[in-house]
């Protein structure tokens, strides 16, 4: 399979979230115990989203292979993990090991919370030729993705029938094609949906960026904006143009990622953008719902590798650490060809190492459907990695409000989202 780690490189048992603030405040583990083992604390909010007692089986694995190192998890909901982390990383107090967002990581590395991964590959002779991303930043690694949830084209297939269309929309113009005889159906569905809330602005980069990504194209030059170039503007332009088609469902300015789900659920839309995570849920809300998953469209005659948005499950080590080679060798465990494709697979999530592959034996058929999608292009997401992330969406969403209602041109918008950008990029 192939992956463009380059574009990475730059874009970069259960306790409750009280205990975790404790943990959190206790800059990690303690010194060796007196048999010459360490115990490493491990904060993430993976355990509390995977089936109860799985990540325990994957622990307890690796202490068997390694009795010396004991790890303790410290596992809570997404949003208390984050609180804590960023608590802990302004505090350098961040337990020994922690699972990190990738919007997280320039802020971590700049307050010096968490260490140099690559200074720790070379220390340990780790080969990093299978993992198939690092997020860096000013050229060192500073979080290994472990799992990868992509976001593809979510296709309502019995919409996209009564709309008298064949296939699948491959390219732009099929999409726009698409989407208006969804629109303009016996029904009150439309061929698409945008979350465009500025509360939660990540609408920018799962659904609108996502465009850019599928051609090939990119936000940013040397690491720095470039919202005016050719291919943004293409980009914002194509989307104005579905706005301007009515293709959207209303309510955009407003929406946030799960309205847009809820939406396709109840048949509301034909097609979406989203994470491989919504399937059960959408299975479970309508079993009867026949959809479909695809590449994101292209440009009309791109032939080029087709990026797909992507979140993770990221690795990082504190700097704080006492036992920085020991956390690295958990690390290194967790990235294992093995483990990660275990991993993968109770996460319903893709590997972070690219020779790894998933058990699809007991999943839904759509995730091997996903993973094939995967292989084929590359993850893409070059808010990863970025100074204050969701405040450079945020302030794009503004600008793109204002040219899906008329009041701003595409061009006037890009020069002052570049602006803003610029401002914290530099």
């Known amino acids: 399979m192939m992956f463009r780690a380059t574009r990475l490189k730059r874009l970069v048992g259960v306790v409750t979230a009280a205990t975790m603030v404790a943990a959190v405040a206790a800059c990690g583990s303690d010194d060796a115990a007196s048999d010459g083992s360490v115990t490493l604390e491990f904060a993430q909010w993976w355990g509390a989203e995977l089936p109860a007692g799985e990540f325990d089986k994957i622990i307890d694995d690796f202490t068997a292979q390694n009795p010396n190192i004991k790890i303790k998890l410290l596992s809570a909901p997404y949003a208390s993990t984050k609180q804590q982390l960023l608590t802990g990383a302004a505090s350098k107090t961040l337990p020994d090991v922690v699972g990190l967002d990738g919007a997280w990581v320039n802020d971590f590395a700049t307050q010096g919370a968490i260490t140099d991964l690559s200074a720790l590959m070379t220390e340990a002779d780790y080969d990093d030729s299978e993992l198939a991303s690092q997020v860096q930043v000013d050229g060192k690694t500073y979080m290994i993705p472990v799992v990868n949830f992509v976001y593809p084209l979510f296709v309502n297939m019995d919409l996209l029938t009564a709309a008298g269309v064949d296939k699948v929309p491959a390219t732009r113009t099929e999409f726009l094609d698409a989407a208006k005889k969804i629109s303009a159906g016996d029904g009150d ?24 990504g599928a051609s090939g194209g990119s936000m940013l030059a040397d690491g720095k904006p470039n919202l005016t170039s050719a291919p943004v503007k293409n980009t914002i332009e194509y989307v104005k143009s579905l706005n301007d088609a009515d293709v959207i469902a209303p309510g955009s300015l407003t929406m946030k990622e799960q309205d847009k789900v809820e939406k396709f659920t109840n048949g509301q839309v034909g097609m979406m953008i989203d994470s491989l995570a919504h399937i059960n849920l959408i299975r479970k809300n309508k079993p009867d719902l026949n959809f479909q998953v695809a590449p994101l469209p292209a440009e009309d005659g791109y032939t080029g590798e087709r990026g797909i948005p992507y979140a993770s499950w990221g690795i990082g080590i504190s700097d704080s650490t006492k036992h920085k080679a020991e956390a690295f060798t958990f690390v290194s465990y967790l990235m294992s060809q093995q483990t990660n494709a275990k991993l993968s697979t109770i996460a319903n999530g893709f590997p972070g190492n690219k020779t790894a592959e998933p058990d699809f034996g007991n999943s839904d058929p759509l995730f091997k459907t996903a993973f094939d999608i995967y292989q084929q292009g590359y993850p893409a997401n070059e808010f990863v990695g970025l100074p204050k992330s969701e405040d450079l ?6 600008q793109l409000q204002l040219v899906l209602t008329g009041k701003s041109s595409v061009d006037d918008a890009l020069a002052k989202a570049q602006e803003n950008w610029s401002s914290v990029i530099g």
């Open 393 to 398: 969406m945020r302030s794009f969403a503004e």
């Open 189 to 212: 569905a439309k061929g698409w949906v945008l979350p465009l809330d500025t509360a939660v602005p990540n609408g920018v980069q799962n659904d609108v960026m996502s465009w850019l």
